[in-house]
């Protein structure tokens, strides 16, 4: 069964709006989750590692203030993108670190569109 | 800078055949490294990990590794349609902080 999921798996909002994205880890508890976006027809590229308890780290180039993390429970991390605008239409995935060593488990993804 | 590369493809070889996918990383601290295959519009699944200098065999896929040549490949034996897709390289660079390639997309031809 899923590891991870998270919701919703799309949605379509509005230029200027916010749009929260959440990623439960279903197995296990996780002081780390990580998230990653990936635009049409190129890779996964990593956004930001959301921290239990503390505020994420975000990679350079990435908008911390545009893309709010909050990992407020072992289980949960959301990602909120704020005043969205048609650039930012993306498929969002977060991942999972597994109790073995170097193992990751992926979301199946949300897929924001902004209109 | 850290960097994972790929050809970007698209590979395309008849069933049958064996596909060779390739990949180099640039931070030669790298201590595992890992093959996922992504179908268009899903989120990408596991294939293969190696984290020793080497070859890994699991089923149809080898994984191959070379640490001094900052070389990683997938090979898939007897290709078959289904494993049509797009094929990612991915770098663990420490604290669990995966990089990716750009991915190869992979066609096979019935």
């Known amino acids: 069964g899923a590891v991870v999921s998270q919701h919703p798996s799309w949605v379509i909002c509005k230029s200027g709006t916010s749009v929260k994205i959440e990623c439960r880890s279903l197995?296990?508890?996780?002081?780390?989750m990580f998230w990653y976006r990936q635009f049409p027809k190129k890779s996964l590229m990593l956004m930001a590692t959301?921290?239990?308890?503390?505020?994420?780290?975000?990679e350079q180039g990435v908008e911390k203030d545009k893309f709010l993390i909050n990992h407020a429970s072992l289980t949960l991390s959301t990602l909120t993108v704020t005043s969205a605008h048609p650039e930012d239409s993306s498929f969002y995935i977060c991942?999972?670190?597994?109790?073995?060593?170097?193992?990751?488990?992926f979301g199946p993804g949300t897929r924001l569109t902004v209109t | 800078q850290k960097e994972v590369e790929q050809n970007s493809g698209p590979l395309s070889v008849p069933e049958g055949a064996i596909a060779s996918l390739n990949c180099t990383y640039s931070?030669?601290?790298?201590?595992?490294f890992f093959w996922y295959r992504q179908y268009s519009g899903k989120s990408p699944e596991l294939i293969m990990s190696?984290?020793?200098?080497g070859d890994k065999e699991d089923g149809r896929f080898t994984a191959q590794l070379n640490k001094a040549s900052q070389y990683v490949s997938l090979l898939i034996r007897d290709s078959q349609p289904s494993d049509s897709a797009t094929y990612l390289c991915?770098?663990?660079?420490?604290?669990?902080?995966?990089?990716f390639g750009s991915g190869t997309k992979l066609n096979v031809k019935p």
């Open positions: 991942s999972v670190p597994g109790q073995a060593q170097y193992e990751q488990y």
């Open positions: 931070d030669r601290g790298s201590q595992s």
């Open positions: 190696i984290y020793s200098n």
């Open positions: 991915a770098v663990n660079m420490g604290f669990n902080k995966f990089y």
């Open positions: 197995d296990f508890q996780a002081t780390t």
């Open positions: 959301s921290n239990e308890g503390s505020k994420a780290t975000y």
